[in-house]
Structures are given as C-alpha cells and as structure tokens.
C-alpha cells in the first residue's frame, strides 16, 4: 500500500513538473528588432496553370510591429503590409488588391522551426489579399490567404509557400476559363535584416 502511495505521489510530481515545462516554455514570445518601415522586393510569379504563370518584380512596404508570439497566441501580428507595388511583368500583369496604410494586410504569425531557445524561421499568414489576373483575354480575380517563410536568422529574405492554394473568386474571361484556384510562388529580400529573439 505504502509503495503504490509513493508511486502515485511520483507521478503527481512529475505532471507537475512537466505542466510547468510546459507553461514556461508556452509563455514565450518572439521580438522582432528593429521595428519600424521596412522594404522587401523581389520576383514573384502568381501560376493557374503549370503552364499559365505571371512573373512581376514586386516591392512590399512594410510596418514592423516588432510582436512575436509562440504556438499559444497565434493570432499576433507580426508585420503589416502597407504597400505593394509590381513592375517588370511576363505573360500579363498581376495586381495585389487593397494594402495601405488605413487597411494593411497583416502577417498573422503561425508557428516557428528550430529549437528553444534558437529560433531558425518563422512561418507566418498574409490574410485578405486580393490577386487581379489580367491577360489579354480577360481578367480573373483570385482572393484569400497565402503563408510565407522567413530565411536564415537574422531574417534575410521571405519565402512563399507554393503549395497554398489561393481561390477564384470572379471569372472576366470566356476562354480559357480561369481555373479555380491559383499559387503564389517566389521570394522577396529584406532592404534591412531582421532579428529575432525569444521574450
């Protein structure tokens, strides 16, 4: 009896000591430093089909919240896209609706890789942004949201996830029809290095 006690005792012990790991490690926030404006560019191809696919040169203009969080405070938000603008554009041009300062497209942070306490990148969500497909037989207007990758520490460069799909929302075209998703695909430089550390 009196064994079965300390081994209950035991394991009482070590819930708790794991519980509290856990909540220490959850309470962890990430910074980003410096804050403040900041310029990313880069091509950037937006594709329907695999053979259908607009490649622009893009400049975004940035507002850095310097707001991190972890895996617990998914909705923070760690940078806002107040400008987008494309040049240099194949195969037809492609315009991103609506960033600017009144309504910004947020980075809505995701979750990071690597191990506490070294962080390698952040993933993070561009929420509501709108995609003008324009070709000289019509128009195709995608909407939605697409995630991104930061690249080395301190962050260089963004990355976007292909792989995301970004739905047809309005069809201007009789043929080809537009189809009923699309991807974005490319990377985009950092005018000034980001760091990131945990809080």
């Given at each position: 009896?009196?064994?079965?006690?300390?081994?209950?005792?035991?394991?009482?012990?070590?819930?708790?000591?794991?519980?509290?790991?856990?909540t220490a490690t959850a309470s962890r926030g990430i910074?980003?430093?410096?804050?403040?404006?900041?310029?990313?560019?880069?091509?950037?191809?937006?594709?329907?089909?695999?053979?259908?696919?607009?490649?622009?040169?893009?400049?975004?203009?940035?507002?850095?919240?310097?707001?991190?969080?972890?895996?617990?405070?998914?909705?923070?938000?760690?940078?806002?896209?107040?400008?987008?603008?494309?040049t240099e554009c194949d195969?037809?041009?492609?315009?991103?609706?609506?960033?600017?300062?009144?309504?910004?497209?947020?980075?809505?942070?995701?979750?990071?890789?690597?191990?506490?306490?070294?962080?390698?990148?952040?993933?993070?969500?561009?929420?509501?942004?709108?995609?003008?497909?324009?070709?000289?037989?019509?128009?195709?207007?995608?909407?939605?949201?697409?995630?991104?990758?930061?690249?080395?520490?301190?962050?260089?460069?963004?990355?976007?996830?292909?792989?995301?799909?970004?739905?047809?929302?309005?069809?201007?075209?009789?043929?080809?029809?537009?189809?009923?998703?699309?991807?974005?695909?490319?990377?985009?430089?950092?005018?000034?290095?980001?760091?990131?550390?945990?809080?």
């Open positions: 009896m009196r064994g079965r006690n300390i081994a209950a005792a035991y394991v009482l012990m070590l819930l708790s000591l794991l519980s509290g790991v856990g910074a980003l430093e410096p804050t403040g404006a900041n310029r990313a560019s880069g091509s950037i191809t937006f594709e329907e089909f695999e053979e259908d696919r607009i490649t622009c040169r893009w400049t975004f203009t940035l507002e850095d919240t310097g707001q991190g969080g972890t895996s617990k405070s998914t909705a923070t938000v760690l940078t806002k896209v107040v400008g987008a603008t494309a195969e037809g041009t492609v315009r991103m609706l609506a960033p600017s300062a009144a309504t910004p497209w947020r980075a809505t942070y995701i979750t990071y890789t690597g191990t506490l306490p070294r962080i390698s990148s952040i993933r993070f969500e561009l929420r509501g942004i709108g995609f003008l497909i324009s070709y000289l037989s019509g128009r195709c207007l995608y909407g939605g949201n697409v995630q991104a990758t930061t690249v080395n520490s301190p962050i260089t460069s963004l990355r976007f996830d292909q792989s995301i799909n970004v739905p047809l929302v309005v069809s201007l075209v009789t043929f080809p029809p537009c189809t009923e998703e699309g991807h974005l695909f490319g990377s985009l430089a950092l005018e000034r290095a980001i760091i990131m550390r945990l809080v």
